[in-house]
């Protein structure tokens, strides 16, 4: 299959949001797809693509208020916008005199890797005139469920998931890492050391899941937590890396308080730690933690924006892998096991009893939902991506 055919379903909330607000940003990791979505999308209307890393496009951009002024009543896609902060100045000016004139929406679709300094640029400067969505890999709601394991081994990136076999694939996932290290860093971290950063990304890999202990993984970096916090912050921007906060509504627990750290894409973490098809990565520690970290992702992708995510754990051993509380609902509580004998342990019923879910879910690798105490559903991870979709 093509790339370009893989329906995605962030299709229609980027329609409703160009429909609604002057400027959209769409976020999200390289190669993840926001090209392939946005020319798409801008096929469907008058447009006018710039690729802002193409020489010829920038020359176009030398001004860029009186070029874009010319197109004002044409939707402008700008790739690559991290290249021209300062261009959200100019932006907003031409919104606001477009509004003026009748025109509050559709001007602007605007795709980058997410960086801190995009981000803030963007909401200061077009505050009220932007709206921000997310592009995560692919999910199983896009992939389908009979390539439920090959989208866990070779995670959501279109080109990984779509290679001829596991070793090509592998070999997208390698260079993809060396190109960020090599390239992105330099861009949006130039003081920090590629190689270096690699072996703090391939420690969280081996420590998918755990517990942010910044003293541990400095002191295996011969490095201070400070920096250890700063190569994370990179990381987490970059959308690489997932830092799933504690729950923190029970005051009258003694709860974790450190966040849990995943690397998003699960191919990436095979990749990481040279684990090439299903039978080297089931044999390897990591196929537990790789596996829970693959599940939420997709449970996160697949809820309503603006769904609140964390995870509990107390001292006392009460344990939730994740929680997902949907807008004006309560809680819905999850654990997730890599077994086909999906039993929670008593530290989920304890939990569930602090936090009181609306429902209480166990995710596993099998094809059938069925109860299994009472309020408990086993339930495989696309039957409750497609439940969460649905409660949108």
């Known amino acids: 299959m093509d790339r370009a055919l893989i329906p ?9 949001f160009v429909d609604v607000f002057p400027a959209v940003a769409l976020l999200g990791p390289r190669q993840v797809g926001k090209t392939t979505l946005a020319k798409a999308f801008a096929a469907t209307r008058d447009s ?16 860029p208020d009186l070029y874009l002024a010319r197109h004002e009543s044409r939707l402008v896609v700008l790739d ?10 100019i932006l907003r000016s031409l919104i606001d005199e477009g509004r003026s004139r ?20 963007s909401s200061e400067s077009l505050a009220g005139r932007i709206a921000h969505l997310e592009l995560s890999t692919l999910n199983v709601l896009e992939s389908g469920q009979s390539g439920l394991d090959g989208l866990w081994v070779r995670g959501g990136f279109p080109d990984s998931f779509l290679a001829l076999d596991d070793q090509w694939s592998l070999r997208w996932r390698e260079n993809f890492i060396r190109t960020y290290l090599e390239r992105d860093v330099a861009l949006f971290g130039p003081r920090i050391p590629a190689e270096t950063l690699r072996r703090f990304w391939t420690m969280l890999a081996h420590a998918q899941g755990g517990l942010f202990n910044a003293s541990a993984l400095a002191r295996g970096l011969s490095l201070d937590g400070k ?5 994370l912050d990179l990381l987490v921007d970059l959308l690489l890396v997932r830092r799933l906060r504690p729950w923190s509504s029970n005051a009258g627990k003694r709860l974790v308080r450190s966040p849990r750290v995943y690397v998003r894409d699960s191919g990436i973490v095979h990749a990481l730690l040279g684990l090439q098809g299903l039978d080297q990565l089931l044999g390897h520690p990591v196929a537990g ?6 599940v939420i992702e997709n449970l996160i992708t697949a809820a309503p924006q603006d769904t609140d995510t964390a995870f509990y754990r107390s001292a006392g051993g009460a344990e939730l892998d994740l929680i997902l509380t949907l807008p004006g609902r309560a809680p819905w509580a ?39 105490a009472e309020g408990v559903v086993a339930i495989p991870v696309h039957e409750l991506a497609r439940q969460l979709a649905a409660a949108g």
């Open 102 to 121: 009748g025109v509050r929406s559709g001007r602007f679709l605007l795709l980058g890797s997410a960086s801190i300094d995009l981000l803030r640029q």
């Open 8 to 16: 995605r379903r962030l299709s229609e909330t980027l329609a409703q």
């Open 227 to 231: 920096t250890i916090t700063r190569y």
């Open 80 to 89: 690559e916008i991290h290249r021209v902060p300062g261009i959200f100045r």
């Open 289 to 294: 933690p790789s596996w829970e970290g693959f």
């Open 334 to 372: 999850m654990e997730i096991k890599r077994s086909l004998n999906p039993r929670p342990k008593r530290g989920f019923h304890n939990a569930c009893a602090d936090i009181r879910p609306e429902k209480r879910f166990v995710v596993y690798p099998g094809t059938e939902t069925f109860d299994i």
């Open 48 to 63: 006018l693509y710039l690729d802002l890393e193409s020489p010829a496009d920038q020359a176009r951009l030398s001004e």
